[in-house]
């Protein structure tokens, strides 16, 4: 164990963050811990990094146990440059090697130095670091710090908690300002990391390929589910059908108890005082606390005809003279009713400025660009700044006034706030004082009230939560009109996108279908990349170009043909198997009796879940040598 916590309590101005919140590290795991905003994710991994204290409760750690920790709000050393700043992060390590170099104290002194130094693996500190921050795409490791915008420090600040490689990472949103390129390079490091990790993150995808386990805080409790973030909603979805039952029952209990006390029985006999008793007992009970969505709608769109835009062999030149340079060349592209297009690279590459030629703001420096007559524009930028200056919530949304514009129609402002989880208490509160998902809301809020028929949503995810996340895609889903969207968010491209653009270092490239697609599709093309460059360097160049005949494709061996025939029995049991590891870990009385099993049976379920990912893949292996070899025939 190398963290243990037990009953933290945690309460701000009488708001409830953590209520009584035990929970266990060991070591290897990889904990997704997640919530709406302000539910007390933050304020917990604090505590655990020990950088603020709980109410109430206690929190122990293994001996000699290293953290490293990344919060929302973290300093860097303005005086230092970046390399300098990412090594801090390893200043116990450093210490270690100078201390041993020295050659001073015991013989055995300086073995135990060592072989902390050899743990950490302190002596590629240095390869460590510029690795991290090359991957990260932070800036050039002689760069001055204080140069750095808020994205390229927060970028710094995370190579610094990765490089030292501790026991424990206790990671608060470590996606936040990375691109694709960067997160899916996190993701891999951390899934090696050999040591735990606690994080918070908004990005599903992330979380979902990361995550062994997940722990919810929900109205101060802490719920925990073995298994990634899609094995975390089926049991949350069980969980509250539970809770629902759970409530139903005492309902009926409390309308036959209230009927009889009604009645005017005497509560003289035992029997009575006792029902009285358990009536007061259950009506005191409180009920489960129903989550309140957003419920995001967007008007209906009005016709945009057959044309949207339309990109013929667009290019899109920045600079002059020397410095000039080609942010993309000879993209075709056509946005048409009902599309939407996802937009993918790395930071910087030129994303939002393909936006900028889509909405028709700045003109190709090859190529054409058309837009539809018909097109009704409605944009989100990234910056936020559409909510820049003073004023209140509801001034920013009906211009202080008690009805709104919707579409063609008029409704209540303040019944179209409380879509938006703005009830109607904080109608006036200045919007100065919110927080980035709230203003994150309220921009949503503002923007798609005035509808459209091309919406152009620049990271239209960042800072909101998980919950709002989903009526977003919900309300994109059923949208009628058409979207080009620029997101980091892999999961909500897969949800709502039917094409993908993506900046790629051999140029743009266009993709048909979701983001899942994409990504295999590109790794396709890598492979055959890659085996047409091995096929190159083997090839004897003394060897005269013949025509040769062409080689027919194998067949199945007979021990082969009888592995493929057994194979959807296999999985079919090897899936058994692994429901029956879920089912048991899932069951609130196994951690009860058996607690102590916890760690074994986790091991064998992601032993039994590799197995059915090693079956798959062999199975279509022998199906695509057996269709080659049918194929083969046929021709």
């Known amino acids: 164990m190398l963290l243990s916590a037990t009953e933290l309590s945690l309460s701000y101005d009488y708001l409830c963050l953590l209520d009584k919140v ?38 122990s750690r293994r001996k000699g146990l290293r953290v490293g920790y990344l919060p929302q709000a973290f300093e860097l050393n303005e005086t230092l440059s970046v390399r ?49 921050a090359s991957f990260l795409s932070a800036p050039p490791m002689d760069c001055p710090v204080s140069t750095l915008s808020g994205g390229e420090k927060r970028r710094v600040a ?3 908690s990765l490089v030292a490689a501790p026991d424990l990472l206790l990671l608060d949103e470590p996606t936040n300002h990375l691109d694709t390129e960067a997160i899916s390079w996190l993701e891999e490091t951390l899934k090696q990391f050999k040591g735990a990790v606690m994080f918070t993150t908004h990005d599903r995808y992330f979380l979902d390929h990361l995550a062994s386990r997940v722990v ?43 009927d009889w006390v009604k009645a005017g029985v005497r509560a003289r006999r035992t029997k009575s005082r006792h029902r009285l008793a358990t009536f007061y007992e259950t009506k005191d009970l409180e009920a489960p606390v129903e989550e309140q969505e957003m419920d995001i709608l967007i008007p209906p769109p009005p016709s945009m005809g057959n044309l949207g835009v339309e990109l013929k062999g667009a290019g899109l030149k920045v600079g002059e003279g020397v410095d000039a340079k080609w942010l993309f060349r000879g993209l075709t592209l056509s946005l048409t009713p009902g599309r939407c297009i996802g937009i993918v690279g790395p930071n910087g590459i030129g994303k939002t400025s393909l936006l900028k030629l889509c909405m028709g703001e700045i003109a190709p420096t090859e190529g054409s660009v058309r837009i539809g007559q018909k097109i009704v524009l409605n944009y989100i930028d990234q910056s936020r700044l559409q909510l820049s200056g003073t004023g209140t919530v509801l001034e920013v949304i009906a211009d202080g006034d008690e009805t709104v514009r919707f579409g063609d129609r008029t409704i209540n402002a303040r019944a179209y706030l409380k879509r938006f989880q703005f009830p109607e208490h904080r109608a006036n509160e200045p919007i100065d004082q919110l927080s ?24 239209p995810t960042n800072d909101l939560d998980l919950p709002s996340l989903r009526m977003l895609e919900e309300s994109l889903v059923r949208y009628n009109g058409s979207a080009l969207v620029v997101s980091h968010d892999r999961f909500f491209l897969d949800r709502i996108c039917d094409e993908i653009v993506a900046f790629e270092p051999e140029g743009i490239r266009c993709q048909p279908g979701n983001y899942s697609y994409y ?25 005269p170009k013949t025509k040769t005949k062409r080689s027919r ?7 082969e043909e009888r592995e493929l025939e057994g194979m959807e029995a296999n999985i079919q049991q090897a899936e058994e198997g692994i429901q029956s590891l879920e089912d048991t870990l899932n069951d609130p009385q196994f951690y009860v009796e058996r607690a102590h099993e916890a760690q074994a049976m986790t091991e064998a379920l992601e032993s039994r879940r590799q197995e059915v990912t090693a079956l798959y893949h062999r199975w279509e292996e022998l199906l695509a040598i ?7 025939k046929d021709g």
């Open 22 to 59: 035990s929970i266990a590290i060991r070591s290897g795991e990889k904990i997704g811990l997640v919530g709406r905003n302000g539910c007390g994710k933050s304020s917990l991994l604090k505590i655990l990094a020990q950088e603020s204290s709980a109410d109430s409760g206690d929190c």
């Open 84 to 132: 300098d700043n990412i090594l801090e992060g390893a200043s116990d390590v450093l210490a270690w090697i100078r201390e041993y170099e020295s050659g001073q104290g015991t013989e055995a002194h300086q073995a135990t130095l060592l072989e902390k130094i050899n743990l950490a693996d302190g002596w590629h500190l240095e390869s460590s670091a510029a690795n991290a």
């Open 158 to 160: 995370l190579a610094r």
């Open 216 to 258: 919810e805080l929900d109205q101060g409790k802490a719920y925990l589910h073995e298994g990634n973030y899609s094995s975390y909603l089926e049991n949350k979805a069980i969980r509250q059908t539970i809770a629902d039952q759970g409530e139903r029952r005492r309902q009926r209990f409390l309308r036959v108890e209230l």
């Open 436 to 459: 980035g998902g709230e203003r994150a809301r309220l921009l949503l809020a503002k923007v798609l009230k005035r509808g459209g028929n091309f919406l152009i949503l620049d990271e």
């Open 519 to 543: 990504l295999e599709n590109r790794l396709q093309r890598k492979a055959s990349r890659n085996v047409a460059g091995t096929s190159d360097k083997t090839e004897k160049p003394s060897v």
């Open 553 to 559: 494709p194998r067949k199945l061996g007979y021990m």
């Open 626 to 632: 057996k269709e080659a070899s049918e194929q083969g």
